[in-house]
């Protein structure tokens, strides 16, 4: 109820804000980047008092971590800022502008989405990611971060303000949560007129699966990073090697990395010793399959689970596969439509993987840690969707935004 | 429970039909047509005994001729199916290749969605017409129509698996509900594993409004047609009542009439006499604003339920508005995100309402009629969508598929 104010300000500003020249997004991006700088003893602050209750009340390490504010970590904020500056605006953009039959010409226009919900946990860098992304895309958004790091999050909220009213823009064009209150959640996605449009849920995969499941507002978001690497055949050992090696020990918890490796029967005897090797140095448990427990002495037999899971750890799952078309129903069967690659010289074997494999990113001959907005010159992501409709793979801006039908008559009607 | 079998089936017909080639896909819809056409007796059968049925229990005229085929509606069936053929293939476009510093390439690979699920009324064409379109763009699906067309819809469906199993695909990958029970609906749609990922209601507003309620996969939908025509100060007024005339008379029942015409205050006077004749001569009744009313007598005064009113009838609400901002604002909140023209020879008015109509179909100088698969070129549409993600306005085969990231390295790893 006390949030149809909240609603009808952030229709109200996303009406402003997606007609807004890239010019004066950019100056409220620039202000924001200011205020960060200015005000940033207020932020660490703010995120000193967030810090001393969560310590208090036992928040572990990694979390605690996470949640830390530092000058290194808001000079990395307003370096953020800087970036999204540089990129191209997306909105307004037409393309594929053509003259029908009747006269009248034909196109698209990009344009944002409207208002964008992103859910998050206490981590404060993601308040200023998700917020200028979202504004440079034309949206207005709703930020809703985890309760340890409301005070940091508050704080940050100020700098936004400042930077967009300073822009001219209407302050509720970003939207903090003005409550650590679960309820706010539930006004977001539900209810009988949802806060937002679209909903982006960021976080560990139970937080997904609860927002999404009850979600009355579409939802871009991923779960699962089951990623493979399959070394065909035809496979240059070599770069095999390095490829599996970075997929998998680069860095653990990553959505991207490599949980699972398959491995061609014919390559299985020359790779799969000194891969085993490599894994050793990294301290990588595997677990494999009967076949590569024949190669492979004193490894602990893969289960049906292994095939599903996402470590996130150092472990592996290997299984040697018979042909390639094992290997990519292995992927489309076990796998979360997220990345995976083939390590192959063979041209039919590299097409074949790249059209048959139904993930957001196929890659060849590369580590899977490259599916990144950054690598694959987004600029930015606010996330990675697995999802089938919309966008698939890293989100930058353009995921942000959708396209209209436009159409210039000159007194046209249908007979 | 009894599902599970059905929805292992189209899983396994999806990835089949998503590597299929053109040729492939065009045979199996060449056979389809043929079917069609010699098993036009059995089918044209099936539809009498539906109609027979229907007829008994006191179905209503309007729908007892939706629910009609004859000859000349099989003959239209099979045109459709040569229409679809003469379609470019979607499936395996490359876009946007390019390379990145580490030097890795990266580049869009367009892919089916899956498995489609369609749920309709009792219109025995559209079985035709969606499994065609599904299968063109990849898909496997499921289509559930009308209880009052079961008959039809399995004799359809027959000469659809005849087609399909000409072409050497598993017949799972267009299934035609195999009972008219509403369970099944619920199958296709929810549950702990739907059968489909996507579902595309097509028919009535509540209908649609309740599968989105229940679906637990994407919808892609439209619920509203509330077009609007604004007039504005600089409009060629020969034009505007040629198009406004078109698009609230040419016909009453589609989702693509306008249903309120914007006049701005400057032209009022001229134009709102003319134009009242106009619609007379059609039998259109006119609801209007207090200030519409002063310029016409005898007219009902429009209410707040006027402006949001689908008529899909001979009526029609006007307003006189005070600039183009207001009826930009009036359509962006009384509309419904389906069409909405601008008529004026002004170009910056032209260029501010096309980018600030927040509509799937933004129309300047011609008629909203023309929001059509067709007439924007697509060769035929599955529906028209009023969602904010994935794809607006008419839907073709391109709305049927997404974009996977794809990959192209050297054996390049992330450092």
Excluded at 99 to 117: A, C, D, F, H, T
Excluded at 125 to 146: F, M, P, S
Excluded at 196 to 219: H, N, Y
Aim: proline share 3%; glycine share 8%; hydrophobic share 40%.
């Amino acid at each position: 109820m006390q949030y149809h104010d909240l609603a009808d300000q952030a229709r109200q500003a996303s009406r402003v804000v997606a007609q807004a020249s890239m010019d004066c997004k950019n100056r409220a991006l620039e202000q924001i980047g200011v205020a960060l700088d200015s005000r940033r003893d207020e932020v660490l602050a703010a995120n000193q008092n967030d810090l001393k209750i969560a310590a208090d009340s036992g928040l572990e390490a990694a979390l605690l971590d996470r949640l830390e504010l530092n000058t290194a970590r808001v000079d990395s904020m307003i370096e953020g800022v800087t970036q999204i500056i540089s990129l191209p605006d997306p909105i307004g953009e037409i393309s594929h502008l053509t003259k029908r039959p009747s006269g009248i010409e034909v196109g698209l226009m990009r344009q944002p989405l409207g208002i964008i919900g992103v859910i998050y946990e206490s981590r404060p860098n993601v308040t200023v990611d998700a917020a200028i992304l979202c504004l440079k895309a034309g949206n207005a958004c709703v930020l809703r971060g985890g309760s340890e790091a409301f005070h940091s999050n508050q704080a940050i909220a100020r700098c936004i303000t400042q930077g967009i009213l300073g822009a001219g823009l209407p302050s509720a064009v970003v939207q903090v949560a003005p409550t650590a209150d679960r309820e706010f959640v539930g006004a977001m996605i539900g209810g009988k007129r949802p806060l937002c449009d679209v909903i982006i849920p960021r976080g560990g995969k139970s937080l997904i699966a609860r927002i999404s499941e009850d979600a009355r507002v579409p939802v871009i978001k991923h779960l699962d990073g089951n990623c493979h690497v399959y070394v065909d055949a035809d496979a240059d050992l070599e770069k095999a090697l390095l490829i599996l090696e970075n997929a998998k020990t680069h860095r653990y918890g990553v959505c991207n990395a490599a949980e699972s490796f398959l491995i061609h029967e014919s390559v299985a005897a020359s790779l799969l010793p000194r891969l085993a090797d490599l894994l050793l140095v990294h301290d990588v448990e595997i677990r494999g399959c009967v076949e590569t427990c024949r190669h492979l002495s004193g490894l602990t037999t893969a289960t049906e689970d292994d095939w599903v899971t996402e470590y996130l750890a150092p472990v592996v799952a290997i299984k040697v596969v018979s042909s390639l078309d094992d290997a990519i129903q292995h992927i489309n069967h076990y796998g979360s439509h997220h990345t995976d690659a083939i390590v192959s010289e063979n041209y039919s074997a590299v097409r074949k993987f790249m059209r048959g494999v139904d993930s957001s990113s196929v890659i060849a001959n590369a580590s899977t840690r490259f599916a990144d907005g950054f690598e694959y010159g987004l600029g930015a992501e606010i996330g990675i969707s697995t999802d089938r409709i919309h966008v698939r793979g890293p989100v930058g801006l353009e995921g942000l935004t959708n396209q209209k039908w436009i159409v210039f008559g000159d007194g046209q009607v249908r007979t």
